[in-house]
């Protein structure tokens, strides 16, 4: 698993083929059957349409919104935001990650880790963000954890616009998904998580560098807090997950960490 998300990042237009015949290059001799169950337990996809994505299932019950964003021009700060669910691997096992994403300053408002898909860390993460600011759009896919309910009626309660991503296009989330490629390459790649709670100290600390110091061509070399807040403003410490404290071997074993079960 940890060879095919390393591969994904570098050749996300791999599709099960592929990604068998180049694990069998790199001597590991696998059928394409359990390749594409590996790829699916990742919530991993080839880069062209695709009629599923396994870690946002939809849920035929829940009413779906029309995707609102076609030719929109994006001028503006708070005016889409996004989430999005990702894989994390670990030494042994994953969790999921969640955030919510300013589009026009690639500024991360909120995240969430979770052992399980359940919609709970979704709607909590949700909550974070909303607690100071809102959009006048936001963006999801057809993942029954954002169509669900208890997360659209928190959006239309306050008069936000829902937009949800047409089935199977991948790029309607774009800048999410280029966010979830930084996290990867930049801090999951470069270590390996033995605990939940050093995943969620970890990236706690990559969020706080991502928002606050890394540096974007994009947004013309500027950071996306200096974006979202103004050039003037202070660094802004992004709130990190309840339990986001360090890892088992630098903290006192009496300190808990709440993680999403």
């Given at each position: 698993?940890?060879?095919?998300?390393?591969?994904?990042?570098?050749?996300?237009?791999?599709?099960?083929?592929?990604?068998?015949f180049?694990?069998?290059r790199?001597?590991?001799?696998?059928?394409?059957?359990?390749?594409?169950r590996?790829?699916?337990?990742?919530?991993?996809?080839?880069?062209?349409?695709?009629?599923?994505?396994?870690?946002?299932?939809?849920?035929?019950?829940?009413?779906?919104?029309?995707?609102?964003?076609?030719?929109?021009?994006?001028?503006h700060?708070?005016?889409?935001?996004?989430?999005?669910?990702?894989?994390?691997?670990?030494?042994?096992?994953?969790?999921y990650?969640?955030?919510?994403?300013?589009?026009?300053?690639?500024?991360?408002?909120?995240?969430?880790?979770?052992?399980?898909?359940?919609?709970?860390?979704?709607?909590?993460?949700?909550?974070?963000?909303?607690?100071?600011?809102?959009?006048?759009?936001?963006?999801?896919?057809?993942?029954?954890?954002?169509?669900?309910?208890?997360?659209?009626?928190?959006?239309?309660?306050?008069?936000?616009?829902?937009?949800?991503?047409?089935?199977?296009?991948?790029?309607?989330?774009?800048?999410?998904?280029?966010?979830?490629?930084?996290?990867?390459?930049?801090?999951?790649?470069?270590?390996?998580?033995?605990?939940?709670s050093?995943?969620?100290?970890?990236?706690?600390?990559?969020?706080?560098?991502?928002?606050?110091?890394?540096?974007?061509?994009?947004?013309?070399?500027?950071?996306?807090?200096?974006?979202y807040?103004?050039?003037?403003?202070?660094?802004?410490?992004?709130?990190?997950?309840?339990?986001?404290?360090?890892?088992?071997?630098?903290?006192?074993?009496?300190?808990?960490?709440?993680?999403?079960?």
């Amino acid at each position: 698993m940890r060879l095919l998300d390393e591969q994904y990042m570098n050749t996300p237009f791999y599709g099960v083929d592929k990604m068998t015949f180049w694990l069998g290059r790199q001597g590991h001799h696998v059928n394409p059957k359990r390749v594409r169950r590996l790829l699916r337990q990742m919530g991993i996809e080839a880069i062209y349409p695709r009629p599923n994505r396994n870690l946002s299932n939809p849920n035929k019950a829940h009413k779906i919104f029309p995707y609102l964003l076609k030719g929109v021009g994006i001028y503006h700060v708070d005016q889409v935001w996004s989430i999005d669910i990702t894989y994390i691997r670990m030494h042994q096992g994953w969790v999921y990650l969640v955030a919510v994403i300013d589009w026009y300053s690639r500024y991360v408002l909120s995240w969430e880790i979770s052992v399980t898909l359940e919609p709970l860390f979704c709607i909590e993460a949700l909550r974070r963000a909303l607690s100071e600011r809102s959009p006048e759009i936001f963006n999801t896919d057809q993942g029954s954890q954002f169509t669900s309910p208890d997360f659209t009626n928190i959006l239309l309660d306050r008069g936000i616009k829902v937009s949800m991503d047409g089935r199977g296009r991948c790029f309607d989330n774009i800048f999410i998904e280029r966010l979830w490629r930084s996290v990867k390459v930049e801090e999951v790649y470069i270590r390996d998580y033995d605990t939940v709670s050093e995943a969620n100290y970890y990236l706690s600390r990559y969020f706080e560098f991502y928002n606050n110091e890394r540096l974007h061509a994009s947004l013309g070399y500027q950071t996306p807090a200096e974006v979202y807040f103004g050039a003037l403003a202070p660094p802004v410490a992004l709130r990190a997950p309840s339990g986001a404290n360090a890892p088992k071997s630098m903290i006192s074993p009496s300190k808990n960490v709440n993680i999403f079960v």
